[in-house]
């Protein structure tokens, strides 16, 4: 895979793309947040997208280009834990084209009915995300279909909007701190940066409980990795993608690992600060931020909730301390 990132006239011209189908999403310093980790702290709010996480943008531009191109498959397939899954299929209906996603049993059942009401075809296989990939992928080449990957060029350049927002938005940031599950999200965070000129570190974090990206990035190759996390379901991969380590391994600042116990206490604070509700990748961004508040001080702090899709049962036994 190519491995340039989306320059500025790319993400610019992504952004017409996505305001289509929604406004840009809204950053705010939150006043009890700030307090809390004791440095100025802002939120940048992609739980406000129409699917309630930043994956739509990738999805948007993704098939943009494939109409573009003349390109429009008879029917796609891709498999998720969910928010790239509503990504994909509020695009495949908008362009018309049927839309079958693979789920790992025991998904969530709050994102598996968000995909069905997007209408696609929602099928049930494997205990992890990596196996409902390799199902996914065997699929549609049984079927004749178009696999949407996970990491793609042309899912960066609209994920890269986001980033871009925030930046230009908040150009003082000195540090902002995003979760990586397949890569898409800290890709993209490098690319407004670098097309932004911005000086901002990208920390990336990742599950303690799922550590494909950290060991693959230590060894400076992919390395598989077994997942274990019960409430981060965002970052559960068990393969890294190669093309999204290339990416990673010179512009990331640092890597941070996450426990969920760590993943909970940021998502009762994210809700107790904001009343934002963040599923456990959501979460992800701030609970780095506070696991390394001791080093902060004086800085400007960016942090994601980059999605909010969590089951009711789940946030009620969260916000109980059961979780």
Request: with cysteine.
């Amino acid at each position: 895979m190519n491995h340039a990132l989306p320059t500025l006239h790319d993400i610019e011209a992504a952004a017409q793309v996505v305001y289509r189908a929604f406004a840009p999403t809204p950053q705010y310093r939150w006043a009890t947040l700030s307090a809390r980790l004791g440095t100025d702290c802002w939120v940048k709010h992609e739980n406000h997208t129409p699917v309630g996480a930043f994956k739509l943008r990738g999805g948007l531009t993704y098939f943009e280009r494939l109409a573009a191109t003349g390109a429009l498959p008879r029917e796609v397939i891709s498999a998720t834990r969910g928010n790239h899954g509503q990504s994909i299929g509020w695009a495949a209906r908008a362009h018309g084209v049927p839309c079958t996603i693979v789920v790992p049993h025991g998904n969530s059942a709050e994102k598996n009915s968000a995909m069905r009401a997007l209408g696609v075809n929602l099928i049930e296989h494997g205990d992890d995300f990596q196996a409902s990939r390799e199902h996914a992928i065997a699929l549609a080449e049984v079927r004749g279909a178009h696999m949407v990957p996970s990491f793609h060029p042309d899912l960066l350049r609209g994920v890269s909007t986001y980033w871009w927002e925030f930046f230009r938005a908040v150009p003082q940031l000195d540090v902002v701190y995003v979760p990586i599950g397949q890569g898409s999200g800290a890709c993209s965070a490098i690319a407004a940066k670098l097309a932004l000129r911005h000086p901002v570190r990208i920390v990336g974090v990742v599950s303690a409980h799922a550590t494909t990206y950290a060991d693959s990035l230590a060894a400076g190759r992919v390395v598989e990795a077994p997942v274990s996390t019960e409430l981060a379901d965002g970052m559960a991969c068990r393969i890294a993608d190669d093309a999204a380590l290339h990416i990673l391994q010179p512009h990331l600042h640092r890597l941070v690992q996450v426990s969920d116990s760590e993943v909970a206490d940021a998502m009762r604070a994210l809700f107790a600060d904001t009343h934002n509700v963040a599923e456990g990748a959501g979460a992800a961004s701030f609970a780095a931020a506070w696991q390394e508040r001791g080093s902060l001080q004086g800085k400007v702090v960016g942090t994601t909730l980059s999605g909010g899709n969590v089951d009711s049962r789940v946030m009620a036994a969260v916000l109980g301390g059961a979780a």
